[in-house]
């Protein structure tokens, strides 16, 4: 009767835990970025050569966003950036 009771307990565990991994990792994926949910950031750079409007931007090879936009700036002493 005992022969069984430890293999048993061992795989509940096993469930119980992999049933609250899920949950948590769902939890907080959801809490860290919404879906469909981001920002904007803005970049200010000497030279643009090799960047096109909607290309994707990588992070370590990531791909973690697009290239939305790309243009001048007017400066407030009316000169462009």
Same mark, same amino acid.
């Given at each position: 009767m005992k022969r069984w009771r @430890?293999?048993?307990l061992v795989g509940l565990t096993g469930v119980a835990a992999t049933v609250a991994f899920v949950f948590?990792?769902?939890t907080v994926q959801r809490a860290v970025v919404p =879906?469909?949910?981001g920002y904007k950031v803005? @970049? $200010?750079f000497d030279d643009v050569s090799g960047l096109a409007s909607h290309s994707r931007v990588t992070? =370590?090879?990531i791909p973690v966003g697009?290239? $939305?936009h790309i243009g001048l700036v007017t400066?407030? $002493?009316g000169s462009t950036k």
């Open positions: @430890a293999p048993l948590l990792f769902g =879906s469909g949910q803005y @970049a $200010d992070m =370590s090879g697009t290239i $939305d400066m407030p $002493d």
